[in-house]
């Protein structure tokens, strides 16, 4: 079970932080991604962390946003700054069994195990 927390409402330039929790997952050992999902569009890869070092970013998000593992929590942070509204979305965070090359993290269909999302909606 994944649980996803942090959305709300924010102005441009502000920030957000999403948490994703796990039961019965380790975080640890495995590749854990969130993306987002706009209205009537397939889910969009923004950051992943795999066994808590390696981290891996798409364009809109690299510079803005930072994924972090807490282990001892069991938990994956998304830090979200300087936001804009375009990055207004509903996110989710998935979790992968496999150890997923780099050329196909990015793909949602890829993954396992995904959280309930959480809005982000960033104001103008």
């Known amino acids: 079970q994944l649980q996803a927390s942090g959305g709300g409402l924010v102005q441009t330039g502000g920030s957000l932080r999403l948490s994703c929790a796990a039961s019965g997952r380790t975080f640890s050992n495995h590749l854990i991604a969130w993306f987002r999902q706009f209205p009537g569009k397939e889910r969009e890869f923004v950051a992943g962390?795999?066994?808590?070092?390696?981290?891996y970013y798409s364009d809109s998000a690299r510079g803005r946003f930072t994924i972090s593992g807490d282990n001892t929590a069991n938990t994956v942070h998304l830090q979200m700054n300087y936001l804009k509204p375009e990055d207004t979305a509903v996110y989710y965070c998935g979790f992968s069994l496999l150890r997923l090359p780099s050329n196909l993290l990015r793909q949602w269909t890829r993954y396992d195990d995904w959280g309930q999302g959480t809005q982000v909606t960033v104001s103008s």
């Open positions: 962390i795999r066994e808590g070092t390696m981290k």
